[in-house]
T-cell receptor, first 112, second 115 residues
């Protein structure tokens, strides 16, 4: 079983829709949860970060962590064509940070 | 401030050939990483270097060697390339032990094909 599971999609939504992206994990020791965005033929870039359980909001993006269910989510409100990318979840046990575990990524297309 | 740079951007090798992928960062980060990204497999850690002078194996180290040349540079070497090493390779860096150590900065990637 992989440490982190993520539905690869692809996901296609109309502009303005609310998008929900999700990951599940098996290791209860994970405490740091990240979402990266990767445009085609580019390196990933950090989008959101959450420590432990709870919600975090940044503009149109909201990250949620439910440690009891080992489930994390990223919500995108009022989705835009510029949000079309692959979204990767990542997590680690500590901020000494020598091991990050990534999901396989979900490909999102927002149609104008 | 270029961030993380990687060379080359593209490479085609024949089976058995060797090559070195170069990575440099100008953010004064202490930790650096090499990942490979394959369809359906996500990003997998090959090697990492927590600080200058140290290197450790990640999830998929077989067939690779690394050198942390100095604080800025971290190279990945394929001694005898195999078709299974066809992949996109990403270098990353982060500042471990600080409030932002969860954030990794990635380079643009090297697309390697082994025939």
């Amino acid at each position: 079983q992989k440490e982190v599971e993520q539905d690869p999609g692809p996901l296609s939504v109309p502009e303005g829709a609310i998008v929900s992206l999700n990951c599940t994990y098996s290791n209860s020791a994970f405490q740091y949860f990240m979402w990266y965005r990767q445009y085609s033929r580019k390196g990933p870039e950090l989008l959101m970060y959450t420590y432990s359980s709870g919600n975090k909001e940044d503009g149109r993006f909201t990250a949620q962590v439910d440690k009891s269910s080992k489930y994390i989510s990223l919500f995108i409100r009022d989705s835009q064509p510029s949000d079309s990318a692959t979204y990767l979840c990542a997590m680690s046990r500590s901020n000494t940070g020598n091991q990050f575990y990534f999901g396989t990524g979900t490909s999102l297309t927002v149609i104008p | 401030n270029a961030g993380v740079t990687q060379t080359p951007k593209f490479q085609v090798l024949k089976t058995g050939q060797s090559m070195t992928l170069q990575c440099a960062q100008d953010m004064n980060h202490n930790s650096m990483y090499w990942y490979r990204q394959d369809p359906g497999m996500g990003l997998r850690l090959i090697y990492y270097s927590a600080s200058e002078g140290t290197t450790d194996k990640g999830e998929v180290p077989n067939g690779y060697n690394v050198s942390r040349l100095n604080k800025r540079e971290f190279s990945l070497r394929l001694e005898s390339a195999a078709p299974s090493q066809t992949s996109v390779y990403f270098c990353a860096s982060s500042e471990i032990g600080t409030s932002s150590s969860y954030e990794q900065y990635f380079g643009p990637g090297t697309r390697l094909t082994v025939t």
